[in-house]
């Protein structure tokens, strides 16, 4: 068995190149837990299981860091890791703990992840800190095939980026193909998706629909936005903790 990794920190793209994949390998899905017949989530395998029965190459979701403690070492050929801008992934992942709990302190939370520069569940989970993440999978790109992608551009333009993963993964390229499976999965219809399944009382591994919630799973995808809401001065707050890490990586940031 083969092995190539869907690796981001939680809340970065991950999902949307999963819907992607499945699309151009097997076909638009009807609905959002065919994805993990096909491409699954280390974080929600059988542990009995495993990776069994998915095939001899596997594409398969991982948030955690990569080293040595990472599970099917031996079976990894490759990884494509997507970064996100951090000031989004902790909105992202602020809205994704509403799901969960919708008197949350929002303020506190991003105070939280300014301070730990990451969720601190996910770094009890073995996901490390933000910055970690990336390092843990910088690293691995000396041992590994692999292609680095940014939410930023696929965003921007998402079929020039999807058509670098095809390449990547040494699929036949089809511009036709691409184009009409990014509509067929742009954030817009996912989000309809996961809207659909939600008044059909569907319970979505993928979408958290057993949550009764206003917050949704899919949320804008947003870029360049902002703390200020959540509270006065957390902006530059945030912008001061992870400075050196934007600017090595090409983010803009304030003066």
């Not at 542990?47 to 079976?75: I, S, Y």
């Not at 800190?129 to 292609?147: N, V, Y």
Request: with cysteine.
């Amino acid at each position: 068995m083969q092995v190539t990794w869907l690796a981001s920190y939680p809340k970065s793209g991950n999902t949307w190149l999963r819907f992607f994949l499945y699309a151009y390998r097997y076909g638009v899905p009807r609905e959002s837990n065919e994805l993990d017949q096909r491409i699954p989530d280390l974080h929600a395998l059988d542990r009995q299981r495993g990776l069994d029965g998915f095939g001899e190459r596997v594409l398969c979701k991982t948030h955690l860091l990569m080293n040595p403690r990472h599970p099917f070492q031996t079976e990894t050929t490759g990884f494509i890791h997507i970064l996100r801008h951090p000031k989004d992934v902790l909105l992202s992942n602020l809205n994704y703990a509403l799901i969960g709990d919708e008197n949350l302190d929002r303020r506190a939370f991003a105070e939280d992840f300014i301070a730990g520069m990451g969720v601190p569940r996910w770094k009890s989970a073995g996901m490390g800190d933000w910055p970690g993440h990336l390092a843990s999978w910088e690293q691995a790109a000396s041992r590994f095939p692999h292609l680095f992608l940014r939410f930023e551009h696929m965003k921007a333009n998402p079929q020039a980026e999807f058509a670098r993963v095809v390449e990547f993964l040494g699929w036949p390229r089809d511009d036709a193909k691409l184009a009409e499976v990014v509509e067929a999965v742009s954030l817009p219809k996912l989000r309809a998706m996961e809207e659909r399944e939600r008044q059909a009382g569907k319970i979505s591994r993928i979408f958290y629909t057993a949550y009764e919630t206003s917050a949704r799973f899919i949320n804008r995808g947003a870029s360049g936005q902002s703390l200020e809401p959540l509270g006065e001065g957390l902006d530059r707050l945030f912008d001061d903790r992870f400075r050196q890490e934007l600017i090595r990586l090409g983010f803009e940031t304030p003066a």
